[in-house]
C-alpha cells in the first residue's frame, strides 16, 4: 500500500501566520491518465472531514483561499496563507491514485 | 443541497454483524459514487471501499475482504455496509462519503455512525 507521510504532526500557529503541510507519498501519485489524485480535508474535533483541495491544487467550492496546495509525484504542501480561529483541526492528505485508497496520519493543527 | 444521513450508533455483541445505511438526498445518487471509510478513536482513517450508484459495482480495500459488504437501494437512494464477524477491533466510527468517480474526492461526508463491539 502506498504510505503518505505527513509533517509536522503537530503545529502550533498563532491567528494570522501563514502554515504549510507537507505530505510526502513512497510512490508517485501521478497517475497513467495523466491526473494526480492528491487531496486535502480537514477534521474539525468533533466533526467529519471536510474537502479543501482535490487534485493536489483545486480549491474545493465553498473554501476561503487562504487554503492551496502544490507539489507533483512524491511531495505536496497544503499552505494556509493566514489561520484562522475556525482553520483548528487535524488536517489529512489522502490519494485516491493507487488502490487501496490511503490517509496520511494527520496533522493537527492547534493555537499557540 | 447534497445530504448524507447515516443510521444511529450501535452496540454490538462479539460475533455479531451490523448493518449501517447511509440515505442521500439532493443530488442523483445512480451518478456517483459512495465510499465507506473507518475512524478508531483518535486514529487514522482508512478507506473500506467504493460503490457506483448505478449498477452497484464495488471495489473494496483488500483489508476489508470478508468484513464489510457494500450494498445500494437505487430506489431509496440509500448505501449500505454490512460488517460481520464483529470484534473489537472492529469498534470505530465509520463513515459514508461520496466522490465523483473511483479515485475522486470525497466531497461529502455523512456525520459518521459510531460502532461499539462489546459483551
Known amino acids: 500500500d502506498v504510505v503518505l507521510t505527513q509533517t509536522p504532526p503537530t503545529l502550533s500557529a498563532t491567528i494570522g501566520q501563514s502554515v504549510s503541510i507537507s505530505c510526502r507519498s513512497s510512490q508517485s501519485l501521478l497517475h497513467s491518465n495523466g491526473n494526480t489524485y492528491l487531496h486535502w480535508l480537514l477534521q474539525r474535533p468533533g466533526q467529519s472531514p471536510q474537502l479543501l483541495i482535490y487534485?493536489?491544487?483545486r480549491l474545493e467550492s465553498g473554501v476561503p483561499n487562504r487554503f492551496s496546495g502544490s507539489g507533483s509525484g512524491t511531495d505536496f504542501t497544503l499552505k494556509i496563507s493566514g489561520v484562522e480561529a475556525e482553520d483548528l483541526g487535524v488536517y489529512y492528505c489522502v490519494q485516491g491514485t493507487h488502490a487501496p485508497n490511503t490517509f496520511g496520519a494527520g496533522t493537527k493543527l492547534e493555537l499557540k | 443541497e447534497v445530504q448524507l444521513q447515516q443510521s444511529g450508533a450501535e452496540l454490538v455483541k462479539p460475533g455479531a454483524s451490523v448493518k449501517l445505511s447511509c440515505k442521500t438526498s439532493?443530488?442523483?445518487?445512480?451518478?456517483?459514487?459512495m465510499s465507506w471509510l473507518k475512524q478508531m478513536p483518535g486514529q487514522n482513517i482508512e478507506w473500506i471501499g467504493n460503490i457506483y450508484g448505478g449498477n452497484g459495482g464495488t471495489g473494496y480495500n483488500q483489508k476489508f475482504k470478508g468484513k464489510a459488504t457494500l450494498t445500494v437501494d437505487k430506489s431509496s437512494s440509500t448505501a449500505y455496509m454490512d460488517l460481520s464477524s464483529l470484534t473489537s477491533e472492529d469498534s470505530a466510527v465509520y463513515f459514508c462519503?461520496?466522490?465523483?468517480?473511483?479515485?475522486?474526492?470525497?466531497?461529502?461526508w455523512g456525520q459518521g455512525t459510531l460502532v461499539t463491539v462489546s459483551s
Open positions: 439532493g443530488y442523483t445518487f445512480s451518478n456517483y459514487y
Open positions: 462519503a461520496r466522490r465523483t468517480g473511483p479515485r475522486g474526492p470525497f466531497a461529502y
Open positions: 487534485s493536489v491544487s
